[in-house]
């Protein structure tokens, strides 16, 4: 996946952190939306949001290669 995400418009160096539980996180930000990524091992998840509201401003689950470029027009528009 590493090859595709550096492939999209726009692509910019990410904020990386290793969480307490071992997770990788990659971490973009284009004004008020955020969109990371989780490396675990075992699956990539990923994480949107565009708010503080976390019911109705948030977007997660599991990320699939098909999906990574419509997330990241996301992010960018």
Avoid at 17 to 42: H, M, S, Y
Wanted: charged share 25%.
């Amino acid at each position: 996946m590493r090859g595709h995400l550096l492939s999209l418009p726009g692509y910019k160096k990410p904020a990386v952190n290793i969480a307490e539980e071992g997770k990788l996180e990659l971490e973009w930000w284009n004004g008020d939306k955020c969109f990371t990524i989780f490396l675990d091992g075992e699956r990539i998840d990923f994480l949107r949001g565009w708010g503080v509201d976390m019911r109705n401003e948030m977007e997660d689950g599991e990320l699939s290669p098909q999906h990574l470029a419509a997330h990241w027009a996301w992010l960018n528009s």
